[in-house]
Structure formats: C-alpha cells, structure tokens
C-alpha cells in the first residue's frame, strides 16, 4: 500500500497553543452518564521535518491537575499515524493508536487494557469548525461491536495564537 503524500500535513492545524474544553466521563465502562467537566492548555510543534509532532499538556483535573505528552508519527509509506501517550502520573508510553484521515476525520484504534481487561480504543479527530479541533476517545470491550465515548476535547486557539 502507497501512502498519499499529503497526509504528513494531516496533523498540521493542532500546531500551536491551544485552551482545551475537557469532558470526561465519570466511571467508564460502569453505564454512567454523568460527565466532569474542567481545562487544560496545549503546545504542538513539528518534529522530524514534518514527520511527525509532539504536544505537552496541562490537564486540570477536578481532583488535581497533570502533565501529559502526545508523541504522534507519520509513516510515508503507508499514509497512517501512530499516536503516543505518555501520562506524567505513569511516565510510559501507552499502547499506539493507529490510523488515518479520511474526508476530514482522523480515526485511530488501538488495544489496551482498563481495570485489568482487554479493550478496544478508538480516537476521532475532526474540526468543527476552522479555528478549532475536537478529540473524542471511546472504550470497547466486545471489539469494535460498540463504543462508549468517554472523553472529549475541544480545542480553541490560545489566545495569543488567535491573532496570528
């Protein structure tokens, strides 16, 4: 498989400052729907000529806040990105996210495990609207058959990034 050239780029409208709108699910993987709601800031820059980009977080949780980091790289031969978490309350990287762009949505899966069992991940990135960004992550145990959303990010221009 032939990656497109273009999808090195696919990332390029996260780099920059950004104010993040989390939401996130209470208990996950319990039927809950009750949602917390708090802020966060992020930095993305370019690395690896393009290749890929790197972002640091501040995630204020209600019980605390914490620094996070996203490491995300582009394959050229394939067209698909792997992304990286790395959690400061656990420096590790977590399992990778994998996948692409397609029509303006960015979708990755990967596998991992929450409270000791194994479950799917999926990541969706889109763009609501031009200046800004939404992340949405969702948990499934029966492989892919359903999805629980269980948090989301919207992401607006710092503010000095919104005059630029």
Request: hydrophobic fraction near 35%; charge should be negative.
């Amino acid at each position: 498989m032939s990656g497109n050239p273009d999808s090195a780029r696919d990332f390029d409208f996260l780099i920059g400052r950004w104010t993040v709108r989390h939401q996130r699910l209470r208990r996950r993987l319990a039927g809950d729907t009750q949602w917390d709601a708090f802020d966060g800031t992020m930095h993305a820059r370019l690395i690896l000529a393009g290749q890929g980009n790197f972002d640091e977080n501040v995630i204020h949780l209600p019980t605390g806040s914490y620094q996070a980091c996203t490491l995300r790289l582009h394959d050229p031969h394939t067209g698909r990105w792997s992304i990286h978490w790395i959690d400061g309350r656990d420096p590790k990287l977590d399992p990778p996210m994998v996948g692409q762009f397609t029509d303006g949505v960015g979708t990755f899966f990967g596998n991992d495990s929450f409270q000791g069992r194994p479950i799917r991940v999926r990541f969706l990135w889109t763009r609501p609207d031009p200046s800004g960004a939404r992340w949405e992550q969702a948990f499934s145990v029966d492989d892919g058959a359903s999805w629980e959303t269980n948090w989301i990010m919207n992401f607006e221009p710092a503010e000095k990034d919104k005059a630029a």
